[in-house]
């Protein structure tokens, strides 16, 4: 018999079957009546007929009426409960038995609610995005999305042919979010999310900003993730790394694209994979001394040319090397092997790309509405609106999601100087002043000063890293102290002005003496960094090799030289991968390193053996490190040597020392005096000039002694050979 059901109006059957109806739990699932019977209620389009059948035997228990010929049914069936039922469906002559989507009551916790409303919640990976469930005891997945602008939000994918009009969310308006429980949905499904916007109609389909993996590019589909069950092994060293913690300890990186280390393939077109670099990248890394890998964004992107610094998903590790288990894999096999991770964190700004976040839901909702606060015109990206509750979280909670869930060592945060000045790269009338007219980007500063916070707050030991090209006070200095929070900064003036006096023929070289002495005095207002990054060596800059003066063997022994000069500065050091052998052409991201310049001549080999021995020679003296931060580990001993192009320094420890003399001309300088701190001998332990690394094999025979003459106002000196180009390094002994 035909049952008469409250009546709902033709124009809200429309909005269901055309998929613009705000509340669809309002009228599709079970929903009890005044005599305790059910009226259920399903859109199924293309279906025939469709029955309520008890969920254990799949007796029938009511047939439907169809009531909209685009397939809407209703009918009213005697359950216990509402979960008693499932449907069976007819399409033609075949049936099949599914669960109703819309039968199954919300799984969203109050208090995650309320704290991402107020923009405090920490794990907000945790139920963002989606998650497999078992919900009455049917497992599927359970998507939950941030869309506060959005008419209507559908999850679609593979189980439902990217159809939005089956699987439209259930709408929290008063936190904005949207939810839908999708039974039978398992691990590895793709999926996005239709959007219909309140003014601009259906928008090109999402991918998942909280997604924990992603279709390959240049596809944009998100991937359902079951919860990882990778079985970490590296207690040792987080153990390790607790109780040395590093300011105090040698920190040398090497900063690696993984899509152009090395490649593999007949014309090297395939990318080494996540494991592929566990066993060749690690190894090598181990055996050249680094401590530590920084890897630029591993964050998902969508295009190859920006290297990854215009992610689409932050929270998904790219799946262009593998899984994210995968990439769990590398980073304990790095541990396993003493090596730390970082890698680089990109909060400043994000792509237009459609399936991003740009206008998520219709709106700026993820960026500033003004294009004067919400758009980068260098890099044609939006920034973040630092300034809302809910997008400062994502942000902050995805700086912890990494440590968390990947055991992860440090974050370089790229471009703050960028976040910190509202009038970055900018006229003067394209910026909108903060509310006390000035240029600082309030909002920024704040989320800067949050996740440093909560990042020491959770891993004491973490290493926070600042790409920070100006003068702002206080990037390394606690929160408390006023400062942001960071452990380190890049020392980007040193880079700058060291390969500007580097660059110059020697014989000019005296001219600019300033601009290698200049970082010593402010090398101790910040805990810095010395990079030379991938910035140095692309867009038409050349290679480090190329910057050097001279024939082919005085480019090499300039660099060597630099080189030395480099590991003996104060600050942790950082260089990017193919300078470590001199490559000789501007780095490519499409192709591989030139590793067959090794076979080639001695000289890309020699600056490799280079590198590895400063790398040993730095963290096994403690006088090149222990002090890196404080004023007391470095002592000039003769800074003004101008005319013969001579930097000579001390680094200290406790109560031992380490001379360091850097002759930057071409000419063998025999008979040097240089006073010294101490009487003693003065082992010779590196000498960039030698024989193994391409040098001309100059040198002080294994060291000197130290006399009784003064010398530079000190009562000691010692008198030394110093080669041509070169930087030598000599530990004291007593006598």
């Not at 042919?161 to 439209?168: A, L, N, T």
């Not at 000045?421 to 600082?440: F, I, K, T």
């Not at 867009?539 to 050097?548: E, F, I, N, V």
Request: aromatic share 14%.
């Amino acid at each position: 018999m035909e049952v008469t059901i409250a009546m709902i109006s033709a124009a809200e059957l429309d909005s269901v079957v055309h998929a613009y109806h705000g509340n669809i739990f309002a009228v599709l699932g079970p929903h009890q009546m005044h005599n305790g019977n059910y009226a259920v209620r399903t859109f199924l389009p293309e279906a025939s007929k469709v029955i309520v059948v008890d969920r254990e035997n799949h007796s029938h228990i009511q047939v439907l009426n169809k009531i909209h010929p685009a397939g809407v049914f209703e009918g009213e069936a005697s359950l216990r409960s509402r979960s008693q039922y499932k449907l069976e469906v007819h399409y033609g002559d075949n049936k099949t038995i599914v669960e109703d989507t819309y039968r199954f009551p919300s799984d969203l916790s109050p208090t995650d609610v309320y704290l991402f409303g107020e923009g405090t919640h920490e794990k907000l990976y945790r139920w963002l995005g989606a998650h497999l469930r078992e919900i009455d005891g049917v497992k599927g997945t359970l998507f939950t999305v941030w869309a506060p602008n959005a008419k209507r939000v559908s999850v679609v994918g593979e189980f439902n042919f990217w159809d939005g009009r089956h699987h439209v969310m259930r709408h929290h308006a008063a936190s904005g979010l949207w939810e839908l429980f999708i039974p039978g949905v398992e691990a590895d499904t793709l999926y996005k999310y239709e959007i219909l916007s309140q003014s601009h109609g259906v928008l090109p389909l999402k991918a998942d900003p909280m997604g924990f993996a992603a279709q390959h590019p240049p596809e944009t589909a998100s991937k359902v993730m079951a919860p990882s069950d990778f079985s970490w092994s590296d207690e040792q060293w987080l153990a390790r790394k607790v109780e040395q913690g590093h300011r105090d300890q040698a920190v040398s990186i090497y900063e690696v694209h993984l899509g152009s280390w090395k490649r593999r393939g007949q014309q090297g077109e395939d990318y080494l994979t996540y494991l592929e670099l566990a066993d060749e990248l690690i190894p090598y890394v181990q055996t050249l001394g680094f401590t530590h890998i920084q890897l630029m964004p591993i964050s998902e992107f969508p295009f190859d040319g920006s290297w990854g610094y215009q992610p689409v998903g932050l929270y998904a590790p790219t799946s262009r090397f593998g899984s994210p288990d995968q990439f769990r894999e590398f980073i304990n096999r790095c541990h396993l092997a003493g090596i730390g991770v970082l890698i680089d964190w990109v909060p400043g700004h994000f792509p237009s790309d459609g399936h991003g976040l740009a206008f998520f839901d219709g709106s700026p909702l993820y960026e500033h509405a003004d294009p004067r606060q919400g758009f980068h015109p260098d890099w044609n990206t939006y920034i973040y609106n630092y300034g809302r509750c809910e997008v400062a979280n994502f942000l902050f909670s995805n700086a912890l999601y990494w440590f968390d869930e990947f055991h992860i060592d440090g974050l370089r945060v790229d471009a703050v100087a960028s976040m910190l000045y509202l009038d970055y790269s900018r006229e003067a009338d394209d910026w909108v002043p903060n509310v006390h007219g000035g240029r600082e980007n309030l909002e920024a500063i704040a989320l800067l000063k949050r996740v440093n916070q909560k990042v020491y707050e959770h891993y004491p030991n973490a290493m926070m890293v600042a790409e920070e090209s100006t003068a702002w006070p206080g990037v390394s200095h606690p929160v408390y102290a006023g400062g942001l929070g960071f452990g380190y900064k890049w020392n980007m003036g040193w880079m700058n002005d060291s390969l500007r006096y580097m660059s110059n023929d020697p014989i000019h070289r005296r001219y600019h003496h300033h601009d290698m002495t200049f970082s010593l005095l402010y090398a101790f207002n910040e805990n810095f960094m010395l990079p030379l990054s991938h910035d140095e060596v692309v867009h038409g800059k050349g290679s480090l090799l190329d910057k050097m003066p001279g024939d082919a063997w005085q480019k090499f022994a300039n660099l060597r030289a630099y080189y030395g000069f480099m590991w003996a500065h104060p600050g942790k050091k950082l260089l990017f991968m193919g300078c470590e052998f001199a490559q000789g052409r501007e780095w490519d991201h499409n192709s591989s390193l030139d590793w067959h310049l090794l076979d080639e001549t001695h000289w890309h080999g020699g600056v490799q053996k280079l590198v590895e021995d400063l790398n040993h020679l730095y963290s096994s003296t403690p006088a090149l490190y222990y002090d890196d931060c404080e004023a007391r580990g470095f002592e000039w001993l003769d800074a003004d040597d101008n005319g013969a192009s001579v930097f000579a320094f001390a680094r200290k420890a406790h109560n031992d020392f380490v001379v360091v003399v850097s002759n930057m001309t071409p000419v063998l300088r025999e008979g040097y005096r240089l006073g010294v701190p101490k009487l003693g001998f003065y082992k010779e332990r590196l000498n960039t000039d030698a024989g193994i690394y391409g040098g001309s094999e100059k040198g002080n025979a294994g060291g000197v002694n130290a006399e009784a003459v003064s010398s530079h106002g000190r009562e000691n000196s010692i008198t030394i050979t110093l080669p041509p180009l070169a930087t030598v390094v000599f530990e004291w002994k007593p006598e």
